[in-house]
């Protein structure tokens, strides 16, 4: 099973300063299915750079 | 599109494990649970060596179809200290197998140093005898650190 290239619109935090701390915003567009009816569901995972 | 807005809940007491709540959302259809990293092995790997997740279960019978948008605001998160290297995010959706459906691993955040923007270093008094060059004094901090002062 091959995954989709997920698109991602925006990947924006508050601020870029080292060690700021920051809201960060993301805006993305699936373009593999998940979560099916009648399943148990699924999951976004996020992984943070070393650092964060 | 939906919207989900996640805050972390308070002050992490252990490496890699953070709790998040959700402070907003007009994705009544699509329900959600368990804002949080699990635990990861970072106590021996340490912390710049470990890297972290944020996990989104989601606990819904809706599909999330493709092509459908997601709009995130993740707060609570802490920038990494120093600049350097590009830092690289990976975004991924797992089916309920856990097989990965979507991925990007291409997306880099560019951090900027914060607190020294600039710094200037003299010499103390007993390093007078050294014949230096202008090369070495930029070794000199390393050497002989307890005897440069910066200004």
Redesign the interface.
């Known amino acids: 099973?091959t995954?989709?290239?997920?698109?991602?619109?925006l990947?924006q935090?508050s601020?870029?300063?080292?060690?700021?701390?920051?809201?960060?915003?993301?805006?993305?567009?699936?373009?593999?299915?998940?979560?099916?009816?009648?399943?148990?569901?699924?999951?976004?995972?996020?992984?943070?750079?070393?650092?964060? | 599109m939906p919207i989900l807005e996640i805050q972390m809940v308070e002050s992490p007491k252990e490496l890699g494990r953070l709790e998040f709540k959700v402070v907003g959302t007009n994705a009544s259809l699509?329900l959600t649970k368990n804002f949080h990293l699990p635990t990861v092995s970072c106590q021996t790997e340490g912390?710049?060596?470990?890297?972290?997740?944020?996990?989104?279960?989601?606990?819904?019978?809706?599909?999330?179809?493709?092509?459908?948008?997601?709009?995130?605001?993740?707060?609570?998160?802490?920038?990494?200290?120093?600049?350097g290297p590009p830092?690289?995010?990976?975004?991924?959706?797992?089916?309920?197998e856990n097989?990965?459906?979507?991925?990007?691993s291409?997306?880099q955040?560019?951090?900027?140093?914060?607190?020294i923007r600039s710094i200037t270093a003299r010499l103390g008094s007993d390093l007078t005898n050294l014949v230096m060059g202008s090369r070495s004094l930029f070794c000199l901090p390393i050497l002989y650190h307890r005897n440069v002062i910066f200004t």
């Open positions: 099973m995954a989709a290239h997920l698109q991602i619109g990947l935090p601020s870029i300063s080292a060690g700021a701390d920051i809201a960060l915003e993301i805006k993305m567009t699936l373009h593999g299915s998940f979560n099916f009816g009648g399943t148990a569901g699924g999951r976004i995972v996020i992984e943070l750079p070393p650092g964060f | 699509y912390w710049l060596n470990c890297g972290s997740a944020i996990i989104l279960d989601m606990n819904g019978t809706v599909e999330w179809p493709s092509t459908t948008s997601i709009s995130f605001k993740l707060s609570g998160i802490r920038n990494r200290p120093f600049s830092a690289t995010f990976r975004i991924l959706t797992m089916d309920f097989h990965v459906t979507d991925l990007n291409t997306m955040l560019h951090i900027l140093p914060n607190h």
